[in-house]
């Protein structure tokens, strides 16, 4: 039997201009009960992030505050992804193993304590306790006057690298570094580390070719965008430039594309950064007029010479930070300096810019202002709401929206042009994938089981995928992998290519699944950005009815293996017109024309019917049905 949406008692709150909801607001004094029963009280709200809010938590008959506890809607990729990264790689013994290993006193790598699901006014929130961590140093950048002292910034960068080897070693990316990212410690006696936060965009590393990935492509937050990430590839090389970028900017100057003020277009940004790198040498010497700080130079010009899946020398770029301290005098020890000084070089003494956030929020509100004009009232509509945000609010970074349609993006550099080309026919499924109509909106909204050695197999890419697998028995149909966000829509023609959305029929009320390459860009400067609006326009009115049964498995990517399915001996596809008010063509009148059946695995590995045998990818799935 086809299975509806789960439902629910309230819908999430979707926060303007995103894809993902924001979270209900938790009472001080609210105990979330964990999965290993542990109990947590919510303190006050210490951070929102663009998906979740962070508050100080402590476990339940203690005083401290000395945990926090991050909320997302249940289906919100982001944390699941993070919750993942950490249950898999970032256990406590590891990370002092680690340290033992290379001799170091403290890691700036977060683990976490606790997680769980809870229902916050009626509506089923995932959450995460992690340790307490200070302030974010963002805010030191900012009070500069945009910059970081010199000998803080090479320390920031040796505790980042060793935080990256630590990633790294386990397979892992973290895509999205910056100041907001990095806290100091909890306490005075924690300030001389920084720690990484936001594992939200974590990701496997690609260790064989270098495949474009329009799915991801830009991901992270544009300015650091590394060129990997904008090709939508993760590598080690790219979380070493996306470094490079900050340090560059927290020694107090602009970085090119955010001078020239191209944030609000991803692709002029990737462009820009290509020219950028092409002659790191040079475009250096442009930005810093009194002379390129040496360890910098050596860094981004090391950076540029990596391949896409060389393991960097951590030791060669620590060493070049290193060396910098001691030229300066500088002890790598003790709390981290935020206060400006004047320094016996001219790296970055010179005057602070006179440049607040909120002046350089408004630039960016502008910037998007002015990209969106003339343009379709979608890009209109983004631009007012750009406009909107630009009134100053120093903490709540929230994303702007400059949704840029992938084919308008083009990137008519030669590199671009192959990249496009190259992700358009890794984007491709498999000829033989049959029609399919139906919009499935899926969701991540139940608990997942947090048994890491039982999902050995599962890839913890940053965002939940869409995946057309290999079809269950049967039919025989396959697919190449293809993907959408679980609440995006994907479709495919009758040839299973992929084809832009169309609108659904009202009398085809039921799921419609939707593939579509195209991706449309979300976000702001300052704040990740996610590439996974796959739905941009409508492009046809054509839809295609037909019975298929799905069976999706959830992690952080959704594999949906689609097998088509005979009904009452007849064929199981029908095409529709797709007009609204199309009758149904399936022989029985009662049942819609498109029925989903999704298999939400069971662990009951016994029963031989296939819809209830388990599945370790399968924890869980909620499919609703699209009506437009
Ligand atoms: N463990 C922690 N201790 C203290 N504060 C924290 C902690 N984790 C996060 N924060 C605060 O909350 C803010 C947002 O956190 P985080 O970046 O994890 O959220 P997010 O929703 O993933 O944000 P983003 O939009 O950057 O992806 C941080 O900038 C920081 O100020």
Redesign the pocket.
Known sequence: MPRAAKPKAAPAKKAKGKLYAMPEKIKEGTILTDLAKGQWRIGPS???????E?YAACRNGEKNYDA?V?CEPHGNG?LFVEMHFYLRNAKLEEIKQFQKQRKLKSLGM?YILANGSSDINGQKHRFIV????GS?IYKFYVQNGNRLPEATIYRLALQMLDVYQFIHNSGYVHA?LKA??I?LGHGKNDNGQAYL??F?LASHFVTGDFKPDPRKMHNGTIEYTSRDAHLGVPTRRSDLEILGYNLIEWMGVELPWVKQKLLAVPVKVQQAKETFMNDVNASLKALFAKGVPAAIGDYMKYVVKLTHNEQPDYDKCREWFANALKQMKVANSGDLDFALKPQSNNNNNSPPVKKTAAKRKKEAADEELEENADQTPRGRQAANKAGARAKPSPKLKKNAVADEDFEENVDNTPRGKVAAKKAETAAKPSPKIKKEASVVSLDSSDDVILDTDEEEDVDYTPRRKLAANKAVGGAGDSSSLQRGSPKKRVKLDTNGTPKAPTPAPAAASSAKLNFSPMPSMRGRAG??LINDDLTPQPRSNKTYEFNFELDVSMDANVIVNVKRKKKGGQSSSKVSNGTSGTPSRTPNKDSPATRVNLRKVTSDISTPNSASRKSPRTPAVTVRKFRH
């Open positions: 210490i951070g929102i992030g663009g998906f979740g962070i926090v991050k982001p977060p992690m340790p307490r961590y974010d999205d907001a990212n806290l936060v936001d939200g704040k990740t």
